[in-house]
Nanobody
């Protein structure tokens, strides 16, 4: 079973919105509740970067480029992580991945987001 399953990507116009979802399939609930995790983005031709994080206490943080537009959240009961993306820009185009911040799982397939101008 793949440990991380991302979904929700797609093709949108500039200014549009998407909501990404991630399921941690292998983690037991108690473990999930205690983990900090995040969303990562890999733009075409670039390295994967961490763009949003959420702790077990639900403290969030974002890279400057997505602050005020993206919102990370978690559903502990269902072992899911979400990323609400609003006011999308062409530079948000890329493959989006979820993972823990430390002791990471092997990467999932990600979900592709393409923002057209």
């Amino acid at each position: 079973q793949v440990p991380l399953v991302e979904s929700g990507g797609g093709l949108v116009q500039t200014g549009g919105s998407l909501r990404l979802s991630c399921k941690f399939t292998r983690m037991i609930l108690s473990e999930f509740n205690n983990k900090a995790m995040g969303w990562y983005r890999q733009a075409p031709g670039k390295q994967r970067e961490l763009i949003a994080t959420i702790t077990s206490a639900r403290t969030t943080d974002y890279v400057e480029s997505v602050k005020g537009r993206f919102s990370i959240s978690r559903d502990n009961a269902n072992r899911k992580l979400y990323l609400q993306m609003n006011s999308l820009k062409p530079e948000d185009t890329g493959t989006y991945y979820c993972n823990l911040l430390t002791n990471q799982y092997s990467w999932g397939q990600g979900t592709q987001v393409t923002v057209s101008s």
